[in-house]
């Protein structure tokens, strides 16, 4: 069978990756794919520019899986899940992993997901909603702070402002507004209680229709638990950023924890999306914050997260594509989840001047020997190939470039794996963090420190 991959980060990288190594799997159209996917075995990229064959009246991503007879789809980004592109797909009668629109809208609308959050009783913190300016930033001067201020809409992980005093608040309430940062994205907040904890994400199978919920086999099946760190600098220190690496498991969760989780948050959820009618086959991450109450939602969002993906699929000891087929038929409550035992910890090396402006264009150097030695996987995020004359091969394209993702029967090994393959990747001004899954490395959800 064709699988087509919508998608040009780590995470479709890591996707594509794991598609492949199916044995039913022939070919991974990757649209349109980066550096990465472009040598990956059986993988190939294509442009959406490049195909003459595409027509006006029809979805451009949905010629190209007719074109290439792909058998099924799986969508990585946020965006085109809003906009409807799972429909698309359906309608052309092409199984698609990833949530039609109306489910989609739990990430691109913030309010959409805390309403749904306290109609359905999903843990989460209170939260009120403003359009307007002055009445958001008077509801901050009545109820003090720390407060967490969140654009409405998609934002690209650039929408959440963590404020440690009422003056951050109301500076972040007229940025998000009035300053352009997130374009409309911020015509509408979210002001929510800050949550003290540490944070987890919950990668999670869904398989939900009306049809398997009246079968009794609509469910949600969670991942192992993972940790994304999101500020720029070693102690989580900094500004935030769309993740500076990731590890997976987490001894830190227990047992009671993740039933816990599952009894007020992800049943919950699954009851939701059940009585909402939403047709949601594919992937949610639920943002976690393990509070002294328990686990509480901080956000959901539609699809694998980026770079918890890097780290949580390596250690799938089980066919993605099996998997995904009982996503879209409606067997995944029967379907056999088998996990390698051991870590997996990828650290992801970025652009300097990342998340702000930074340079592109930079050549990438591999020691490969010392790559190979690691065991480490290279998930390509930021970089193609440079196709001119005088080729350099690897080049940057953007801020966060690549992450090394590295195995370890004990969380040291996989640890020192990792950074290893990281010393062995070189370009002009590259970063990372070196604390990647060390204690008090990722309180993403801190009030912010300076570096």
């Known amino acids: 069978m064709n699988v087509l991959v919508v998608g040009s980060g780590g995470r479709e990288h890591a996707i594509a990756w794991k598609i492949a190594q199916s044995d039913d799997v022939e070919k991974v159209v990757c649209v349109p794919g980066n550096g990465g996917t472009a040598t990956e075995k059986k993988c190939v990229n294509i442009e959406i520019k490049d195909c003459k064959y595409i027509t006006e009246n029809e979805n451009p991503y949905v010629c190209i899986a007719k074109n290439e007879q792909c058998d099924m789809v799986v969508i990585g980004p946020e965006d085109p899940l809003a906009e409807g592109l799972s429909d698309c797909f359906w309608n052309a009668g092409i199984p698609c992993i990833g949530p039609k629109k109306d489910g989609a809208q739990l990430e691109a609308s913030k309010n959409t997901s805390k309403e749904f959050m306290k109609k359905y009783g999903v843990a989460c913190a209170e939260s009120k909603t403003f359009s307007d300016k002055n009445a958001a930033q008077e509801y901050i001067r009545q109820h003090g702070a720390p407060l967490v201020v969140k654009a409405d809409g998609l934002a690209a992980g650039k929408g959440v402002v963590v404020a440690a005093t009422v003056e951050d608040a109301l500076n972040a309430v007229s940025d998000l507004m009035e300053g352009g940062r997130v374009g409309s994205a911020g015509e509408t907040l979210v002001i929510e209680d800050y949550l003290e904890g540490v944070e987890i994400s919950v990668l999670c199978a869904v398989s939900v229709t009306k049809e398997f919920t009246d079968a009794g086999k ?17 102690g989580a220190k900094g500004p935030n950023t769309g993740g500076m690496g990731a590890v997976c498991p987490l001894s830190d969760v227990t047992e009671e924890i993740m039933e816990q989780f599952k009894t007020d948050c992800l049943l919950p959820t699954l009851r939701g999306m059940q009585e909402e009618g939403f047709d949601y086959r594919g992937f949610i991450f639920f943002g976690i914050m393990i509070t002294k109450d328990g686990p509480k939602v901080l956000e959901y969002n539609v699809r694998l997260g980026d770079p918890e993906t890097q780290a949580v699929l390596p250690l799938m000891d089980f066919d993605f594509v099996d998997m995904c087929r009982t996503i879209v038929n409606g067997s995944l409550n029967s379907f056999t989840f088998k996990w390698k035992s051991g870590f997996q910890v990828a650290p992801v090396v970025v652009s300097g001047g990342y998340p702000a402006s930074y340079q592109k264009g930079k050549a990438i150097t591999f020691d490969n020997a010392t790559i190979d030695k690691s065991g480490a996987k290279i998930f390509i995020a930021g970089a193609n190939l440079d196709n001119q004359e005088n080729s350099k091969g690897l080049v940057t394209t953007g801020g966060r470039v690549l992450a090394c993702s590295a195995f370890g029967k004990m969380f040291e090994e996989a640890r020192k794996n990792a ?5 062995a990747v070189t370009f002009q001004d590259a970063f990372f963090r070196t604390d990647i899954g060390l204690p008090g490395a990722a309180e993403s959800n801190a009030i912010p420190k300076s570096k």
Do not use: C, E, G, Q
């Not at 609509?218 to 070693?234: A, E, G, N, Q």
């Not at 950074?419 to 010393?423: D, K, R, S």
């Open 218 to 234: 609509s469910t949600i099946v969670p991942f192992l638990p993972s940790r994304d760190h999101k500020r720029l600098y070693d």
């Open 419 to 423: 950074y290893l393959a990281v010393n």
